[in-house]
């Protein structure tokens, strides 16, 4: 998809401002020849064609947009997905959206709740959450359905919710690719060490439930013995994560790999980088600053990209484009998974739906 020419854009290459352009777009006069003569040229040479229906209904109203999603972080899976929305109020410049943002601690589910209240009392046009805590979420979405709010899942879809729309991998194909492409890679009856975040006040996110059942259903499709042991680790306390894993590694000389069903991979591979752990297998998600690191070094083996920016930009887009419209929208929308190895990773342009 190619890149929206904002007016902006054009005010930059044709050296006059945003207001003249937006003037001469819409036939407001008070500018001089000069001017007209220089935008006009622009617009020839970028092809720009403006839609004159959502400028004219952008000067009518402005719309409150709430989005709630666990802490961004730099270089890490949320940062993305608010960097695609980022991207998508960019190309609806003209459209006055106050952006309300609400973030939570993803593993602790007395942070996410007083952060739902809160989200919940807000007078909002529409709301995009990226949901770790179903019950929590389940009954956030209930107050937004009786007051009629809109709302769109990014990351993960929730059953017994109605939401306008979903932009999501699927968490269940992805576990299940995991484990094939684990089990492809370690020796026979070897055992597989599975990462799993401590979280306070629920067991996991729905996104983990997910791929658990994806990846167990694998190795139970394909008839495949290897055993699966859990590795905890307390992600609010990560000067701990080296010890709980060094426990772990402890006189396990049958761990043939390991697998990270969330995007905090880079925590293995660092630790296999500073105690000199080469033969071990390690399958990851997401492709966050550690985990691209981890895969360039060599120390994972695969990396799953999910398409967070993109799922952000589809999300925001799709939230402006009904409230202008009311237009039905598709519910379902999946985006692709991607494989990349060390080989590759070099060649991939995560966010190409932008170029």
């Given at each position: 998809?190619?890149?929206?020419?904002?007016?902006?854009?054009?005010?930059?290459?044709?050296?006059?401002?945003?207001?003249?352009?937006?003037?001469?777009?819409?036939?407001?006069?008070?500018?001089?020849?000069?001017?007209?003569?220089?935008?006009?040229?622009?617009?020839?040479?970028?092809?720009?064609?403006?839609?004159i229906?959502?400028?004219?209904?952008?000067?009518?109203?402005?719309?409150?947009?709430?989005?709630t999603?666990?802490?961004?972080?730099?270089?890490?899976?949320?940062?993305?997905?608010?960097?695609?929305?980022?991207?998508?109020?960019?190309?609806?410049?003209?459209?006055?959206?106050?952006?309300?943002?609400?973030?939570?601690?993803?593993?602790?589910?007395?942070?996410?709740?007083?952060?739902?209240?809160?989200?919940?009392?807000?007078d909002?046009?529409?709301?995009?959450?990226?949901p770790?805590?179903?019950?929590?979420?389940v009954?956030l979405?209930?107050?937004?359905d009786?007051?009629?709010?809109?709302?769109?899942?990014?990351?993960?879809?929730?059953?017994?919710?109605?939401?306008?729309?979903?932009?999501t991998?699927?968490?269940?194909?992805?576990?299940?690719?995991?484990?094939?492409l684990?089990?492809?890679?370690?020796?026979?009856?070897?055992?597989?060490?599975?990462?799993q975040?401590?979280?306070?006040?629920?067991?996991?996110?729905?996104?983990?439930?997910?791929?658990?059942?994806?990846?167990?259903?694998?190795?139970?499709?394909?008839?495949?013995?290897n055993?699966?042991r859990?590795?905890?680790?307390?992600?609010?306390?990560?000067?701990?994560f080296?010890?709980?894993?060094?426990?772990?590694?402890?006189?396990?000389?049958?761990?043939?790999?390991?697998?990270v069903?969330?995007?905090?991979?880079?925590?293995?591979?660092?630790?296999?980088?500073?105690?000199?752990?080469?033969?071990?297998?390690?399958?990851?998600?997401?492709?966050?600053?550690?985990?691209?690191?981890?895969?360039?070094?060599?120390?994972?083996?695969?990396l799953?990209?999910?398409?967070?920016?993109?799922?952000g930009?589809?999300?925001?887009?799709?939230?402006?484009?009904?409230?202008?419209?009311?237009?039905?929208?598709?519910?379902?929308?999946?985006?692709?998974?991607d494989?990349?190895?060390?080989?590759?990773?070099?060649?991939?342009?995560?966010?190409?739906f932008?170029?």
């Open positions: 998809m190619q890149r929206k020419i904002r007016i902006k854009d054009i005010a930059g290459m044709a050296g006059v401002s945003a207001g003249t352009v937006d003037r001469i777009l819409h036939n407001r006069g008070n500018v001089s020849e000069s001017a007209r003569i220089a935008v006009e040229e622009v617009l020839k040479k970028v092809n720009y064609k403006p839609n229906h959502i400028s004219g209904l952008s000067l009518k109203r402005k719309y409150k947009v709430v989005i999603t666990p802490h961004v972080m730099k270089g890490e899976y949320w940062e993305s997905i608010h960097s695609g929305i980022h991207h998508a109020l960019e190309e609806f410049e003209n459209i006055r959206v106050q952006c309300l943002i609400y973030t939570y601690n993803q593993y602790d589910i007395y942070s996410c709740r007083e952060v739902y209240d809160q989200v919940a009392q807000t909002a046009d529409a709301v995009i959450i990226g770790t805590f179903k019950e929590e979420t009954r979405t209930k107050q937004l009786e007051r009629d709010t809109p709302y769109v899942f990014v990351d993960s879809p929730l059953e017994n919710t109605s939401p306008l729309a979903f932009f991998s699927d968490h269940y194909i992805c576990g299940y690719l995991v484990a094939k684990i089990t492809s890679i370690i020796p026979t009856g070897s055992d597989i060490g599975m990462l975040a401590v979280r306070i006040g629920d067991q996991s996110a729905n996104t983990s439930i997910l791929r658990k059942r994806g990846f167990n259903d694998y190795l139970n499709q394909k008839k495949i013995a055993s699966v859990k590795i905890p680790f307390t992600a609010m306390e990560p000067e701990k080296d010890q709980q894993l060094a426990e772990f590694f402890h006189d396990r000389q049958k761990i043939g790999g390991v697998v069903l969330n995007s905090r991979g880079g925590i293995v591979a660092d630790y296999f980088a500073k105690n000199g752990i080469n033969d071990i297998r390690l399958v990851c998600l997401d492709l966050t600053a550690s985990n691209v690191r981890g895969l360039k070094d060599g120390y994972i083996d695969f799953i990209g999910q398409e967070p920016e993109h799922q930009f589809l999300a925001m887009k799709t939230v402006i484009e009904y409230l202008i419209y009311h237009k039905p929208v598709k519910v379902k929308n999946y985006t692709q998974l494989i990349l190895t060390k080989e590759t990773i070099g060649y991939y342009n995560q966010f190409n932008m170029s």
